[in-house]
T-cell receptor, first 115, second 112 residues
Framework: DGGITQSPKYLFRKEGQNVTLSCEQNLNHDAMYWYRQDPGQGLRLIYYSQIVNDFQKGDIAEGYSVSREKKESFPLTVTSAQKNPTAFYLC??????????????FGPGTRLTVL | DAKTTQPPSMDCAEGRAANLPCNHSTISGNEYVYWYRQIHSQGPQYIIHGLKNNETNEMASLIITEDRKSSTLILPHATLRDTAVYYCIVRALYNQGGKLIFGQGTELSVKP
């Protein structure tokens, strides 16, 4: 099955702990994205990567870090510096800017709760 | 990216067409209109996109006005599984890696 997987679906952490959210895709997509969604709100871009070993900050990058060592993987670390980390986190991928189509495919999301 | 305006909620009877409007009066020439939907607690799902011409695929039709300031997503025969929040997004492909800016969307309830 081709697609994007995010794990785990639910994650609980204590305040002050860093936590890493996994995102894997087997669509051979160049570009990957992390979004955050708060209750009743739309999605906001945290980080994006258009190619391996390169990534850019989105609109709300403070308190987050990412890496893109492999094309298939784009993990997101929520650090203790993130003031309100409890949210629904969504990973997406697309063929990238080389394609005018550039539709984004989303994973099922990880719901992070910081206690 | 241009801002979009959508009604916060709509109802539709099962089997009838659902017509979801979107205003994007400040759209510029290189911006596309995209529609996504999000079923509760799932990731958004791409539906359709267009630039100037009307588009149709297996899920929906997209009607864009000639001046491109508004559009309508049409689900021709709505089912209960179409109940979701529908997002209209205007997007320039080369802005911040092609990021999607999601507004509040329209919550569509399909009723039996």
């Amino acid at each position: 099955d081709g697609g994007i997987t995010q794990s785990p679906k639910y994650l609980f952490r204590k305040e002050g702990q860093n936590v890493t959210l996994s995102c894997e895709q087997n669509l051979n997509h160049d570009a990957m994205y992390w979004y955050r969604q708060d209750p009743g709100q739309g999605l906001r871009l945290i980080y994006y990567s258009q190619i391996v070993n390169d990534f850019q900050k989105g609109d709300i990058a403070e308190g987050y870090s990412v890496s893109r060592e492999k094309k298939e993987s784009f993990p997101l670390t929520v650090t203790s510096a993130q003031k309100n980390p409890t949210a629904f986190y969504l990973c997406a991928s697309s063929m990238g800017l080389s394609s005018s189509y550039n539709e984004q495919f989303f994973g099922p999301g990880t719901r992070l709760t910081v206690l | 990216d241009a801002k979009t305006t959508q009604p916060p909620s709509m109802d539709c009877a099962e089997g009838r067409a659902a017509n979801l409007p979107c205003n994007h009066s400040t759209i510029s020439g290189n911006e596309y209109v995209y529609w996504y939907r999000q079923i509760h607690s799932q990731g958004p799902q791409y539906i359709i996109h267009g630039l100037k011409n009307n588009e149709t695929n297996e899920m929906a039709s997209l009607i864009i006005t000639e001046d491109r300031k508004s559009s309508t997503l049409i689900l021709p025969h709505a089912t209960l599984r179409d109940t979701a929040v529908y997002y209209c997004i205007v997007r320039a492909l080369y802005n911040q890696g092609g990021k999607l800016i999601f507004g509040q969307g329209t919550e569509l309830s399909v009723k039996p």
